[in-house]
């Protein structure tokens, strides 16, 4: 699965980096899943 | 019935980046053609063909466009031998390669010819490797795209095993320095190139720096195979397909390319060592080696999937500099996809290069006929015997591999 690591500058992610995903609805059939730094 | 059998043609068109109004179906028909005017046979002798072109022109929608009933009218010989690899470029590459041969051995048919054309894979295409993001929930949205794909598996072989980008780097240098000396070659005359010139392109997803990417561009190739016994008739230098192996163990890019380490451990590699027992022959028997270099990053980790190093290892390995002509294993001698050419669906110009390779038919710097085997010069490996080719390999979910050797 792929997905997008936001609101973070990308030189700082790394792997093992502890996140938590934040669903983001799009429209009525669309939710989206990028994740942040926990 | 087990009978010998023998790669007795090949034939490339011109690798381009402009297709010049070209069809791939053009560019596949020239191709097999020149492979077939190599082994001084004709489409008549053909009873199978695993083709492939990107489009069938004037079919709006083809999808149906290598299968064999359309070859079969535009050839005008009828096609006896109908199935063909999917795991490198659905009907070419070493997969089929291996399918033909299994064809022949067995005495289904007696003489094949793969080809493959493609004119619709130029950079600006978006249909360029479409297959790598497919328009669902769980990859669209991302944005992610063929690049940034292999650079995840990269990023993580080089967590995992403490592999460089100065090793990435050294292999795409060695690699486009072969190309760089190979007239036919898209990205002839560019170069040569140190590991540090790779680190220093562009960056085009991380690691993989743009020298560390395969271009895309437009051609054809072909490959007729036949029964040793023709083949010894035939003008051509016959090269003995000795084996080689297959394994699929995900859907090839039609998820995001992992490392096997995110699938519950690695793959299963005695698909590799069987397909050396078939052959007859061992790692150290094979004199120069043809791998599938998408990106830098990818060639690194067929050298783990062959065996040729421990898992892990590949990047010390590649870079150690065995993969130069005056190395160990020359590797990627044409230029392999980084320079010499990368249609989109490049699998079968790697075992034609194998096999150019065991015939000494090898053009670059060096005066006509007198090989230098010396890095700058020549690309050609000196008096090679076995050549191993590969059109597919981790992280795209399985590998493949052919061992060819000069009858």
Same mark, same amino acid.
């Given at each position: 699965?792929?997905t997008n690591?936001?609101?973070?500058?990308p030189?700082?992610?790394?792997?093992?980096?502890?996140?938590?995903?934040r669903?983001?609805?799009?429209?009525d059939?669309i939710?989206?899943?990028?994740?942040?730094?926990? | 019935?087990?009978?010998?059998?023998a790669v007795?043609?090949v034939g490339?068109?011109?690798?381009?980046?402009?297709?010049?109004?070209?069809?791939?179906?053009?560019?596949?028909l020239?191709?097999?053609?020149?492979?077939?005017?190599?082994?001084g046979?004709t489409?008549?002798?053909l009873q199978?063909?695993?083709?492939?072109?990107?489009?069938?022109?004037n079919? #709006?929608?083809?999808?149906?466009?290598?299968r064999q009933?359309m070859?079969a009218?535009?050839?005008?010989?009828p096609?006896?031998w109908?199935t063909?690899?999917?795991?490198?470029?659905n009907g070419?590459?070493v997969s089929?390669?291996?399918?033909?041969?299994?064809?022949?051995?067995s005495g289904?048919?007696?003489?094949a010819?793969?080809?493959i054309?493609?004119?619709a894979t130029?950079p600006?295409?978006?249909?360029?490797a479409?297959w790598?993001r497919?328009s669902?929930?769980?990859?669209a949205?991302?944005?992610s795209?063929?690049?940034?794909?292999?650079?995840?598996?990269a990023r993580?072989?080089?967590?995992?095993?403490?592999?460089?980008?100065?090793q990435l780097?050294?292999?795409?240098a060695?690699?486009?320095?072969h190309?760089?000396?190979?007239?036919?070659?898209?990205m002839?005359?560019?170069?040569?190139y140190t590991?540090?010139?790779v680190? #220093?392109?562009p960056?085009?997803?991380? &690691?993989?720096?743009?020298?560390?990417c395969a271009?895309?561009?437009?051609?054809g190739?072909?490959?007729?195979?036949?029964?040793l016994?023709?083949?010894?008739?035939?003008?051509?230098?016959p090269?003995?397909?000795l084996g080689?192996?297959?394994?699929?163990?995900?859907?090839?890019?039609?998820?995001p &390319?992992?490392?096997?380490?995110e699938?519950?451990?690695p793959?299963?590699?005695?698909?590799?060592?069987r397909?050396f027992a078939?052959?007859g022959v061992?790692?150290?028997?094979?004199?120069?080696?043809?791998?599938?270099d998408?990106?830098?990053s990818?060639?690194?980790?067929?050298?783990?999937m062959?065996?040729?190093?421990?898992r892990?290892e590949?990047g010390?390995f590649a870079a150690?500099g065995?993969?130069?002509?005056?190395?160990?294993f020359?590797?990627c001698?044409?230029?392999?996809?980084l320079?010499?050419?990368?249609m989109g669906?490049?699998a079968?110009?790697?075992?034609?290069?194998?096999?150019?390779?065991l015939?000494?038919?090898?053009?670059d710097?060096c005066?006509?006929g007198?090989h230098?085997y010396?890095p700058?010069t020549?690309?050609?490996?000196?008096?090679?015997?076995?050549?191993?080719?590969v059109?597919m390999?981790? &992280?795209?979910g399985?590998?493949?591999?052919?061992?060819?050797?000069r009858?």
């Amino acid at each position: 699965m792929l997905t997008n690591v936001v609101d973070v500058d990308p030189a700082a992610v790394e792997i093992g980096m502890p996140v938590v995903v934040r669903f983001e609805r799009v429209d009525d059939e669309i939710t989206v899943y990028p994740f942040t730094p926990a | 019935m087990d009978r010998p059998v023998a790669v007795v043609g090949v034939g490339t068109t011109v690798q381009t980046r402009d297709a010049d109004g070209r069809s791939g179906l053009s560019f596949a028909l020239e191709a097999l053609q020149r492979a077939l005017d190599d082994a001084g046979l004709t489409k008549r002798d053909l009873q199978g063909v695993f083709p492939l072109v990107d489009a069938w022109p004037n079919l #709006a929608d083809p999808p149906g466009n290598s299968r064999q009933t359309m070859w079969a009218r535009q050839l005008g010989i009828p096609i006896r031998w109908f199935t063909g690899g999917v795991n490198s470029g659905n009907g070419t590459g070493v997969s089929a390669l291996l399918d033909a041969t299994a064809a022949i051995r067995s005495g289904f048919i007696d003489c094949a010819a793969l080809v493959i054309g493609m004119a619709a894979t130029t950079p600006s295409d978006p249909r360029t490797a479409p297959w790598t993001r497919p328009s669902d929930q769980f990859t669209a949205w991302t944005g992610s795209y063929t690049a940034a794909q292999f650079a995840l598996a990269a990023r993580r072989h080089m967590h995992e095993f403490g592999t460089t980008a100065e090793q990435l780097a050294a292999v795409a240098a060695t690699i486009r320095n072969h190309g760089h000396l190979n007239p036919d070659a898209v990205m002839a005359g560019r170069g040569p190139y140190t590991a540090d010139d790779v680190l #220093a392109s562009p960056m085009v997803a991380d &690691p993989l720096t743009r020298l560390m990417c395969a271009q895309v561009n437009c051609g054809g190739a072909a490959l007729v195979v036949t029964t040793l016994e023709r083949a010894r008739d035939l003008r051509a230098v016959p090269v003995v397909v000795l084996g080689g192996g297959d394994q699929l163990c995900y859907p090839a890019y039609v998820e995001p &390319p992992l490392l096997e380490h995110e699938l519950g451990g690695p793959f299963p590699t005695d698909w590799v060592d069987r397909g050396f027992a078939m052959a007859g022959v061992a790692r150290d028997d094979v004199d120069v080696v043809e791998l599938y270099d998408g990106f830098a990053s990818w060639v690194v980790m067929q050298w783990e999937m062959l065996g040729f190093c421990a898992r892990g290892e590949g990047g010390a390995f590649a870079a150690s500099g065995v993969m130069g002509v005056d190395g160990r294993f020359p590797t990627c001698t044409d230029g392999g996809c980084l320079s010499f050419s990368h249609m989109g669906a490049p699998a079968l110009l790697r075992p034609i290069e194998a096999v150019r390779q065991l015939r000494g038919d090898v053009a670059d710097a060096c005066p006509a006929g007198a090989h230098t085997y010396r890095p700058g010069t020549c690309r050609a490996a000196r008096d090679p015997e076995v050549a191993l080719a590969v059109s597919m390999g981790p &992280p795209t979910g399985g590998g493949n591999f052919a061992l060819l050797a000069r009858a």
